[in-house]
C-alpha cells in the first residue's frame, strides 16, 4: 500500500514537473488572482528596511513592524547571510515600502485584506511596494513576498527570482477557518500559537476554537469559578489571562478567534464543577432544559466571553443532542408537561433561548447544522448555519435565507486520517449554489482539527498540508483553480517543504494524514 501511494505521487509530480517545464510554475500557495513576473534576479540587503512612508496607518500597536520582522526571519531561517554582494553583479533590493490606507487595525469580519504587491527590476534605491486597504492586507503581502524569496547556499545571500514582479491579490471569501479542540486533548498555549502562525503561511484567518466539551472544561469562567474544575487536571487548564492572550496574539497576525460552548449536548464536564447543571447524577447530558440556573450559568459564560472574544460571532454548538434523558427524568418530565413541551421543542427552545443571550451580548450566532435540519424557521435571523453532516445542507440553509459556512465531514475533517489532500482540494462550498444573492449567504469553509485521537505530540502534522489544500480553495478565485489536482501536486509539495523548513511539522503529500515518509528521499517529492 505505501508502494503504490508513492508510485502515485511520482507520477504526479513528473506531470507536474512537465507542466512547469512548459510553461514555468509560480511557486506561491494560496495561488494570487494575478501574477505577471519578468526575468531579472535580485538579491535582498540583509539589512532589509522596512519603510512606511505615505501610509496613513501608524502602526501605534506593531503589528506591521512586527510582521515585518517575522517574514525576514522566516526568509532567513536561521542562516548567516554574509555572502559578498559586489561579486554577484545583481541588483540589491533595499526594502519594502508599505502603503496603508485605512488608519484602523480593528479586525472586523468582512475587513479588507487586498493587496498589491510590486517588485520592481530596476531603481536606486530599489524597494518592493505593498498597497493595501488596511494593515491586514499588507501582512498578507508580506506572506506573498516571503515565498518569493530563496537562500543562495552559494552567495550565502537571499535572492528573489523573476522581477519585476505585479501580484494583485484578495480572498474569495472571508471565512476562512481551521478549528482546534482542547476539550479532547489539552493544547499548551505555545502549541496553540504555533498553529496560529502556521494558519499565516496559507492566508487562513479565524481560530475556531473548540473550548470545552463533555470530557474537560480548561478556561477559567470568572463568572463561575468552579466550572474549570471539569479540567482533566490542575495543570491543563487556560486562565482568563491566557485566553486574553491568545486572542492577541492571534488578532495581531490577522487572525480571529471564535470561541464555542456546545449546548446542550456535549456539556458533562460542566456539572463537575456545578452539578445541579446536570439533568441527574445517572444522566449527566444534555444540560438541564428545566434548570434557570443553566441559562444563568450560559449568560455569565457569554458575559465574560465579551470581554475577551471580540469576533462577531460566537459558537453555540447545537449537536448531537440526546434529548432521551430529560423525558425520563421526573423533574424536567415534569417541566415538560407544565411547558406543553416534548423532547424536540425543548431542544428548540434550549437553543433559541442561547441563542437570545449570545445576541444581547452583541454576539451574531454561529449553530451546527443540526438546528437548521430540526427547525431552520425559528433560528433568529442574524445565525450562521455550520453545515458539517454532509454535502447538500448548504444549499438549503441559503435558499431559507440563512448565512452558512462549510466543513462537510467526508471532505473537510482532518481527523478523518483517510481524506486525502486532494478531497481537501476540490471540495467547493458554492456546488449547487448559482444565485449570485444566495452565494453571498455562503461566507466560506473551516477545515475540522477535532482532538480525540491528537495532541501537542502530533496536531500539527495532522492539519498540514491538507488544510493548506482547502485554504486556496477559500482564497484563490475559482477561475483560477485548478480542475485537475495533478497540476497542483508540486507546487503544494513545495509549500509543504517551505512549512516543514519554518518549523511547521507539517506531513507528506502521499499517503493519508498524518502519514510518515515511506523512505529516504528529498521532502519536494514525499
Request: charged share 20%; proline share 5%; aromatic share 10%.
Amino acid at each position: 500500500m505505501a508502494w503504490a501511494l508513492r508510485l502515485r505521487l511520482l507520477l504526479l509530480l513528473a506531470v507536474a514537473a512537465a507542466a512547469t517545464a512548459a510553461g514555468g510554475r509560480v511557486d506561491l500557495w494560496p495561488m494570487p488572482a494575478s501574477v505577471t513576473r519578468g526575468a531579472q534576479t535580485l538579491l535582498l540587503n540583509r539589512d532589509l528596511k522596512l519603510s512606511t512612508a505615505g501610509s496613513s496607518y501608524a502602526d501605534g500597536k506593531g503589528i506591521l513592524k512586527e510582521a515585518f520582522q517575522r517574514m525576514v526571519a522566516v526568509v532567513e531561517l536561521d542562516h548567516a547571510i554574509n555572502g559578498t554582494y559586489s561579486s554577484q553583479g545583481a541588483p540589491v533590493l533595499a526594502g519594502v515600502r508599505v502603503a496603508v490606507r485605512s488608519p484602523s487595525d480593528v479586525l472586523n469580519f468582512g475587513v479588507d485584506e487586498s493587496y498589491k504587491l510590486s517588485v520592481p527590476a530596476t531603481g536606486n534605491p530599489l524597494y518592493a511596494q505593498i498597497e493595501a486597504q488596511t494593515v491586514y492586507g499588507a501582512l498578507h503581502a508580506l506572506e506573498t513576498f516571503s515565498q518569493l524569496c530563496n537562500f543562495d547556499f552559494n552567495a550565502n545571500l537571499i535572492e528573489l527570482h523573476s522581477a519585476p514582479w505585479t501580484i494583485l491579490d484578495a480572498p474569495r471569501f472571508p471565512y476562512r477557518g481551521l478549528l482546534i479542540d482542547t476539550s479532547r486533548h489539552y493544547l499548551p498555549v505555545p502549541v496553540i500559537k504555533s498553529v496560529i502562525d502556521s494558519m499565516t503561511f496559507s492566508k487562513l484567518n479565524v481560530l475556531h476554537w473548540h473550548i470545552v466539551d463533555e470530557q474537560s472544561f480548561p478556561l477559567q469562567i470568572p463568572s463561575y469559578p468552579k466550572l474549570w474544575n471539569g479540567a482533566y487536571s490542575y495543570s491543563e487548564r487556560y486562565t482568563f489571562d491566557d485566553a486574553i492572550d491568545i486572542v492577541q496574539y492571534a488578532e495581531k497576525r490577522g487572525v480571529n478567534v471564535l470561541a464555542e460552548i456546545d449546548v446542550p449536548g456535549h456539556a458533562l464536564s460542566w456539572g463537575v464543577g456545578y452539578p445541579s447543571l446536570w439533568p441527574s447524577t445517572t444522566f449527566k447530558e444534555p444540560l438541564d432544559v428545566s434548570n434557570d440556573f443553566t441559562f444563568q450559568v450560559i449568560n455569565g459564560i457569554l458575559s465574560d466571553f465579551s470581554k475577551v472574544f471580540k469576533f462577531k460571532f460566537v459558537h453555540l454548538g447545537g449537536d448531537e443532542v440526546n434529548t432521551s434523558c430529560w423525558s425520563t427524568t421526573p423533574h424536567i418530565k415534569s417541566w415538560l408537561l407544565q411547558h406543553g413541551m416534548n423532547e424536540s421543542d425543548a431542544y428548540r427552545y434550549f437553543v433559541l433561548s442561547a441563542q437570545k443571550i449570545a445576541i444581547s451580548h452583541g454576539y451574531d450566532i454561529i449553530n451546527w447544522e443540526e438546528t437548521f435540519n430540526n427547525f431552520g424557521d425559528k433560528l433568529d435571523r442574524k445565525t450562521v448555519v455550520h453545515n458539517w453532516l454532509g454535502s447538500g445542507v448548504a444549499e438549503k440553509v441559503v435558499a431559507a435565507g440563512l448565512r452558512c459556512i462549510v466543513s462537510n465531514q467526508d471532505k473537510w475533517y482532518l481527523d478523518h486520517l483517510d481524506a486525502t489532500w486532494e478531497g481537501f482540494y476540490t471540495n467547493e462550498p458554492l456546488t449547487n449554489i448559482y444565485n449570485p444573492e444566495q452565494q453571498k449567504l455562503v461566507l466560506g469553509g473551516e477545515v475540522c482539527m477535532w482532538g480525540e485521537h491528537i495532541d501537542a505530540s502530533d496536531i500539527q502534522q495532522t492539519i498540514w498540508p491538507r488544510a493548506a489544500a482547502a485554504a486556496e480553495r477559500l482564497w484563490t478565485p475559482i477561475e483560477k483553480l485548478a480542475k485537475d489536482t495533478r497540476s497542483v501536486t508540486a507546487r503544494l509539495a513545495r509549500f509543504r517543504c517551505l512549512l516543514n523548513q519554518r518549523g511547521v511539522a507539517a506531513a507528506p503529500l502521499a499517503g493519508y494524514g498524518r502519514s510518515a515518509p515511506s523512505e529516504p528521499g528529498s521532502c519536494l517529492r514525499q
